[in-house]
């Protein structure tokens, strides 16, 4: 099973829910109602699945409007992100950053960007 | 409005008679049980858990019991005699882990469980870290020393 289809089994079987709502662009928290004690078990089941570190913080973009606070309109606030959440690329720094009002921005897509960074340092 | 005072009768209720070994990933004690609810056997299972989080990261944070995914009960309704009590740590994150808790009494299988423990700040919900982080320490190393 690829990266993806590990996490849809992943959070249909901790949040009960059908396969079919979790795609890359659904919304973790915002969508699926994830609340923090999901989260956690969801970091032990992806580490068991891949093997990978998990580090919270890092993987549901904890400290994201923190690392905002006091951005200008630069473009700094896009290399903050990138340097607080390296698996994050310009493109979804940018999504991001047009979504804050929304609510919790973390999506699934986010969730497997961080997995394949991970066992890409891991060197798997 | 005056504070309630509950008294169990156990001393700190600790469940946990001895650890005996612990190491990065696996910990080890006993429990003397004498017609000890299945349930005691479940709670001296998670104790040991919880000690093997605290003991993992240096008692730096609140460690507590987040769900028990799977157990298998024994038939009889009580538990007696000498019992082991082994984890092995099967998978964890920055600050949520998950064990395979096992209880054996008597030489036989009694309690096989797979535990979730998470992590929380002394400071957050109460958890005191000047009471707390001292007392499992000294909880932990008496364990630890028989």
Redesign the interface.
């Known amino acids: 099973m690829d990266i993806f289809g590990e996490i849809r089994e992943s959070l249909t079987e901790i949040l009960d829910i059908e396969a079919e709502q979790v795609t890359p662009e659904t919304y973790v928290i915002r969508d699926l109602g994830a609340e923090s004690?999901d989260l956690?078990?969801l970091?032990?089941?992806?580490?068991?699945r891949f093997k990978v570190?998990?580090?919270?913080?890092e993987i549901y973009l904890k400290s994201l409007r923190s690392c905002l606070n006091g951005a200008g309109a630069n473009g700094d606030a896009g290399n903050r992100i990138l340097r607080q959440f390296p698996f994050i690329n310009g493109k979804r720094a940018g999504e991001i950053l047009g979504d804050l009002e929304g609510g919790p921005v973390l999506k699934v897509k986010d969730l497997m960007s961080y997995v394949s960074w991970r066992a890409g340092k891991n060197g798997c | 409005m005056d504070p309630i005072v509950i008294r169990s009768n156990l001393s700190g209720f600790v469940m946990l008679d001895e650890i005996v070994d612990a190491g990065p990933d696996s910990i080890e004690g006993f429990k003397q049980l004498d017609r000890a609810p299945v349930y005691l056997g479940v709670e001296t299972l998670a104790q040991l858990g919880a000690f093997h989080v605290r003991y993992l990261i240096d008692f730096q944070k609140h460690a507590f019991l987040?769900?028990i995914k799977s157990c298998l009960l024994p038939q009889k309704g009580e538990l007696s005699g000498n019992c082991r009590l082994v984890g092995r740590l099967?998978?964890?994150?920055?600050?949520?882990?998950?064990y395979r808790l096992t209880a054996t009494v008597e030489d036989e299988a009694a309690i096989d469980g797979e535990f979730?423990f998470?992590l929380a700040e002394y400071g957050e919900s109460g958890f005191n870290r000047d009471i707390l982080q001292s007392h499992y320490r000294k909880v932990f190393s008496c364990l630890k020393s028989g």
């Not at chain 1, 970091?43 to 068991?48: K, M, P, Q, R, V």
């Not at chain 2, 099967?90 to 998950?98: I, L, T, V, W």
């Open positions: 004690i956690l078990e970091s032990i089941s992806l580490n068991s570190e998990i580090n919270d913080e | 987040l769900g099967e998978s964890r994150s920055s600050s949520a882990f998950s979730m998470a």
